[in-house]
């Protein structure tokens, strides 16, 4: 059983630029979440997606966006990136509708914004 | 909108001590609350969870925690601490209403030897 894959493990933007991060969810599960943690904090809910469609989303403005894929992979978008933006993007993966569910952690994309 | 406090940014315990970290919620609704470990350079794991049912749960590498609602707390426990338990650890929070989890700030696990 594959785990939850994210890809680039690394990254570094300049203010203003446009990125996407992409995220392989576990087999099997049809529900993506991302989440940014900037550095010694917590992870904070940016959006949920299950079945192609956003299912919930947290405090972030709308250069945040994202997409989900037939097959349950999916996409993090941010434009007009800022100093601020500079975080670990973590991915996560469950069955299901709900996060009460187990949710599967990928080990994340470091971004980091010049 | 629910919310988590963890109790101390920092624990520090010698090996084979108890290890107690501390989690208070808020919610409006019942809540879903969550216990995670972050290890360097990974995602987060979950080490347990409480939904309906059981208040003592038990999870995985000896970990339990206890939901108290009144006292909104979810604590968690390990009778005897290993070196390989050293890590941050978040507890989260979510309920039915919606799918947002807010996790806590995070605590660092250190075990001395």
């Known amino acids: 059983e594959t785990g939850v894959t994210q890809s680039p493990t690394h990254l570094i933007k300049t203010r203003g630029q446009q990125v996407t991060l992409r995220c392989s969810s576990q087999?099997?599960?049809?529900?993506v979440s991302w989440y940014q943690q900037a550095l010694g904090q917590g992870p904070q809910f940016i959006f949920q997606y299950y079945r192609e469609e956003e299912n919930g989303r947290g405090n972030f403005p709308p250069r945040f966006s994202g997409l989900q894929f037939p097959n349950y992979s999916s996409e993090l978008n941010v434009n007009a990136l800022e100093l601020d933006d500079s975080a670990l993007y973590l991915c996560a993966s469950n069955k299901g509708q709900k996060n009460y569910n187990e949710q599967f952690f990928g080990p994340g994309t470091r971004l980091t914004v010049l | 909108a629910q919310s988590v406090t963890q109790l101390g940014s920092h624990v520090s315990v010698s090996e084979g001590a108890l290890v107690l970290l501390r989690c208070n919620y808020s919610?409006?609704?019942?809540?879903?609350l969550f216990w995670y470990v972050q290890y360097p350079n990974q995602g987060l794991q979950l080490l347990l969870k409480?939904?309906?049912?059981?208040?003592l749960v038990k999870g995985i590498n000896g970990f339990e925690a206890e939901f108290k609602k009144s006292e909104t707390s979810f604590h968690l426990t390990k009778p005897s601490a290993h070196m390989s338990d050293a890590a941050e650890y978040f507890c989260?929070?979510?309920?039915?209403?919606?799918?947002?989890?807010?996790f806590g700030a995070g605590t660092r696990l250190t075990v001395k030897p």
């Open positions: 989260a929070v979510s309920d039915s209403d919606n799918n947002d989890m807010r």
């Open positions: 919610s409006s609704v019942p809540p879903y």
């Open positions: 409480y939904t309906t049912g059981a208040t």
């Open positions: 087999s099997g599960h049809n529900t």
